[in-house]
């Protein structure tokens, strides 16, 4: 009988995941289904019109977060996901429109079910970090 892989151990979601081709695979659906989704208009509009950069960064954010190569450190320089997104207004819809997004991209992918299910859990941490940072950043610019 096959040890199933302990994700978050090693590199064992970022080989779960397919390496990086599957995280550009997974990001490429991604930003197609937030081009197209119309539950997903808001999220968009706060995104550039040409989405393959940011496509590229997701993939490379990615692949270090799911303990493979540090790829988005090694292209773009560091990032603290939180403080990054802070700029922007981010409350629980938008956050739940990414969530969205991503899920029916983890669908699309040729995923373990208990991978899907863990890789989709583990984003809800910083969306929601995203939620908060953003919320106590714009709480104090209305003092
Ligand atoms: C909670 C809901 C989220 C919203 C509304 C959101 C929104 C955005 C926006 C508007 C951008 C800028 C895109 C551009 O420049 O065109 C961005 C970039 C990015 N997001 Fe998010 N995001 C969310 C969640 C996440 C999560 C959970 C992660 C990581 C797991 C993430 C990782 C990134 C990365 C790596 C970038 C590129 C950073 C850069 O430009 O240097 N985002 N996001």
Known sequence: MQTPAVYGVGDASYQAAGGFEGLQRLTRDFYALMDQLPEATALRSLHGSDLSISQDK???FLSGWLGGPRRFSEKYGSIAIPSFHARWPIDES?????????????????YAPEFAEYLLAQLRVPAERIVQASRNRHANAAD
């Open 58 to 60: 997701l993939a490379c």
């Open 94 to 110: 938008l956050s739940q429109s990414w969530l969205t997004c991503m899920a029916q991209a983890i669908a699309r992918q040729p």
